[in-house]
Structure formats: C-alpha cells, structure tokens
C-alpha cells in the first residue's frame, strides 16, 4: 500500500566530503538563516519544501547532492526492503515513460549482496507504477529522469530521492581537464576553510601556483563575483512531477541569482608549470564568466614572483600541489630528480626537494620581497610542516577522494618561525 500523497516538508540530508560538515553547516545557515541545521557525520541534515531543495542545489558549493528522504524504517532482508519501497506512491514523481536508477550504500549491513537489495527497490518502483498504470518504467543507468538513493545501516533502511542528478562539483564549466583534478567542492571547501570570502577583509588577493586546470581560481572568483555555483549546469529536479508546477519559480531564484553578481572585488592570479594547463584553465574560465577576473601565468611554482598586492590588501596562497598519489611532481625539483637518477646517484622522492624548495621560495618571495601573504596546503604528508621547516598556525582534516589529507596554514613573516634556541652561557673563567 502506497503513502497517499507528497508531504509539504521534507527531511533533507546533504551529503559531503569528510572534514567539510561543519563548513558546509555554515553555508547553509548562512543561505537559509531560518531553518535549523543538524551536523551529522558525512553531512548535515535539516527540513525543508521543495522551494528549499531548489534553492540549495543552486547555492550550494559544498554540498554533493541533496537528498530528500522519502520513507525509512527497520529491515531483516531483501523482502523488507521491498515493502518499504512500496510504501511511496512513485505515481507522485514520475511517469512510466520516464526512467529510472537506483544505488545503495551501506553501513555494516548485514545482507549479503547490496545488488540485490537494489534489484528488490526497482522491482517495488515498477510494480507500484504497473499497479497503478498499467506500465512500467525504463531503466537508465547514466541519465535516469528518477535517481533513487537506498542506505543500509546494521538494522534500518532509508529511501531517498536524488535531486540533483550529477553530483553537484559538477558545475558545468569544466570541459578540460588534466590528470587527478580537484573537485570543486573540494577548492571551495578549502577557501572556506581559510575564511576566504572574496573581498579585501576577508582574505584579499589570491594566488594559486599550482593552478592545473584552474579549479580553485575559477572557485575563488565565483565567490567574489557572488555566482551562484549551479547556475551553468540542469538538476534531477526540474524532470520530477512534483517540480512541474515549480518551474516559474525556479525561474525566478535564478533571476535572483543574477542580480546579486558582481565584478570581483580582489585580484585573482593562476599559475602552473605547464603551458598545456594554463590553457585548460583558462578556458575553462571562459565557459564559467570569470575570464576577465583571473590573471593566468606559465612559470615554475618555485621560481614565480610573488604578485605585487594592492596598497593595505592581504593575499592568500591556496594550493592544492601535487603528491604522490595524485600526480607527478614537475618542473624543477621533478627535472633535478630526473638528473640524479640518470647520473646513477641514491634516488629521492621528487616531493623531497619540492616542499623545501618551495618553502624557500616563500621565505624570500612571499616575505621579504612582497610581504602581507598568508599560504594553505593540501597534503596528505602529515608531517610535511617539519619537512618544509615551518610552523602551521592551523591545520585542518580534509578527505581529497579516498586520500586523508591536511589543510595546513603557514603565516608567511619575515624570519624564522621557529622558536631560537638560547644561546650558550660563557663558561667562568
């Protein structure tokens, strides 16, 4: 027996990345300041209608999807999934000429295949549908009008509607890429972090040396300019029968959405070794409107000047470089790597010479030549303050995929920061 009709307020759970649930707690209370947010593990939950779904998969930059709960209760086997999901009145959300997909993810679930369990949720999907039309839905594993979301935990199952289809670091301006790109929501968590808003208060200029195909500098000038990071891309939602009638009103958030942008406020600077990547970046700083607030180099992240900051503006270094399970160092400390293999000399990690280097670089490009900057690193060596000799003023957890990482903080003065040993008292003579 299906649940009679759509309720009016939703449970709402957005998931994210891992270290990211309190930032992206922040950013919905700041766009919903009247709705309250649970932090939960893995993300945050919070009621909200359907206008609320809309507006969330528009603005949100940390988000991966927003998912509305539909039904839950507890489970013994793949039977009991399939009563549940013939609670829902599927009628409500799509036709049977529409398709459909269904994933399932799982927390110490006690069955024994999960392929199962998502054959059993289609199975209720079509048979209420049938039941009900006479008709079936199609499946489509790459672009379903209905993506279903099922999570298994020890003893009780959840069914949600997927709203946002793709995942939203897809934002739509991302044509070319390189090797082990950053997310966007992975570049945007990481300005926030670092409490950068985009104006000369709240982190100043930015400066990105390791751009690749220029995720966090396109990012970094969305925020400025105050875009609404959806808005170059489609959502699940707008192909849903409850959303047929919302279709103005979506219309009019984005209107809304346009209204409220702006030019950028601080400089923006991208480099990167590679000609090759400077130019993915720049295009793809075309397709997402910020071209003209971005100044794109070639150049050595260990050999680039510092850019010279406005009068009283601070600057931010943000970098995500590279690691060893995500790409191969270049450039210089990658060219003086390869020289000593060729030579038959002990081999190092390119990484060795990277970091120092680098933190040489910053000491007298960053300090003494342009001062007023403040540096973030994303790595996955936890002790790679150390390795750099330099103290962080703050780190924080991070998850770049499957890889726990560091968002290290490094204020970049003028001397050491490492605290001077006394010196030596004189002996009595």
Not at 197 to 211: S, V, Y
Not at 218 to 236: D, K, L, S, T, V
Not at 328 to 341: C, F, I, P, Y
Not at 391 to 413: A, H, Q, T, Y
């Amino acid at each position: 027996m299906s649940e009679a009709s759509i309720p009016t307020t939703f449970t709402l759970f957005l998931p994210c990345a891992a270290g990211v649930e309190a930032l992206l707690a922040e950013e919905v209370q700041a766009l919903l300041p009247d709705i309250p947010v649970n932090t939960l593990k893995g993300g945050i939950g919070l009621k909200g209608d359907l206008d609320v779904v809309m507006q969330l998969n528009l603005h949100s930059r940390l988000a991966q999807r927003v998912l509305i709960q539909l039904t839950d209760g507890p489970y013994f086997d793949e039977h009991a999934l399939y009563t549940l999901a013939c609670r829902i009145d599927w009628t409500q959300w799509i036709t049977p000429h529409q398709t459909i997909r269904v994933d399932t993810t799982a927390h110490r679930s006690p069955l024994q295949s999960l392929n199962f369990a998502t054959l059993r949720i289609k199975d209720a999907i079509c048979d209420v549908l049938r039941d009900a039309t006479g008709e079936r839905p199609s499946v489509d594993t790459r672009f379903p009008d209905l993506s279903v979301v099922l999570h298994l935990g020890p003893e009780w199952a959840t069914l949600y509607v997927d709203s946002s289809g793709e995942p939203l670091f897809k934002r739509g301006w991302r044509e070319d890429k390189g090797d082990a790109p950053l997310k966007e929501t992975l570049a945007a968590a990481m300005l926030a972090a670092a409490g950068w808003k985009g104006t000369p208060e709240a982190g100043g200029a930015l400066h990105d040396p390791c751009c690749g195909s220029g995720t966090i500098a396109i990012e970094a000038a969305q925020i400025a300019c105050q875009m609404a990071p959806g808005m170059g891309r489609r959502f699940a939602f707008e192909r849903l029968l409850p959303f047929a009638g919302l279709r103005s009103r979506f219309q009019q958030i984005k209107d809304q959405a346009k209204q409220r942008i702006r030019p950028c406020p601080v400089p923006i600077y991208a480099s990167d070794v590679a000609f090759r990547m400077v130019d993915f970046a720049r295009r793809n700083a075309e397709r997402a409107g910020v071209a003209q607030y971005i100044q794109f180099n070639g150049g050595d992240a260990l050999e680039r000047p510092a850019p010279v900051l406005p009068e009283g503006m601070p600057g931010t270094l943000m970098m995500n470089p590279p690691y060893g399970e995500r790409i191969e160092v270049r450039g210089k400390a990658g060219l003086q790597t390869m020289s000593r293999d060729a030579s038959g000399s002990e081999q190092r990690d390119a990484t060795d010479d990277f970091f120092p280097r680098l933190s040489a670089h910053w000491k007298r490009a960053y300090t003494l030549q342009t001062p007023g900057w403040t540096a973030y690193l994303l790595t996955p060596d936890m002790k790679l303050p150390s390795k750099m000799r330099l103290k962080e003023s703050r780190r924080v957890p991070m998850w770049n995929g499957p890889i726990e990482c560091r968002l290290f903080r490094f204020d970049l003065v003028a001397g050491s920061a490492r605290t001077p040993k006394p010196a030596a008292e004189s002996a009595p003579e």
